[in-house]
């Protein structure tokens, strides 16, 4: 079993900044894949990013050099720094961990394949 715990969510406004923390513990051992969906009431999931265990990123195209995805495998910590957030931006945000055979991508972090916590909530104004 693997527990994830995210934090780090809040309002802000257009063009702020919030940096996201999800601490992973349980058993990790054969996980290899780790990234963030978020989900906005009455939207589909949407995959942002997926992060392997040596540091590869695949980011969505809508939120490439705005977010910055980070791995500390020291402390088990899987981090989401996002700059110019937007209002579309507003949703809950969930880490995901999981083991994949194929790319470790942010269409890999929408799916269902994963643990993920209990979410954190991101909400932009204008």
């Known amino acids: 079993q693997v527990y994830l715990v995210e934090s780090g969510g809040g309002s802000v406004q257009a063009g702020g900044s919030l940096r996201l923390s999800c601490v992973a513990s349980?058993?990790?051992?054969?996980?290899?894949?780790y990234g963030w969906f978020r989900q906005a009431p009455g939207k589909e999931r949407e995959g942002i990013v997926g992060?392997?265990?040596?540091?590869?990123?695949n980011y969505v195209d809508s939120v490439k050099g705005r977010f910055t995805v980070s791995l500390d495998n020291a402390k088990n910590t899987l981090y989401l720094q996002m700059n110019k957030l937007q209002p579309e931006d507003t949703a809950m945000y969930y880490c995901v961990v999981g083991y994949t055979d194929i790319a470790c991508t942010w269409e890999w972090a929408a799916t269902s394949f994963g643990y993920w916590g209990q979410g954190t909530q991101v909400t932009v104004s204008s």
């Open positions: 992060i392997d265990q040596i540091g590869r990123t």
């Open positions: 349980g058993y990790l051992g054969n996980m290899n894949c």
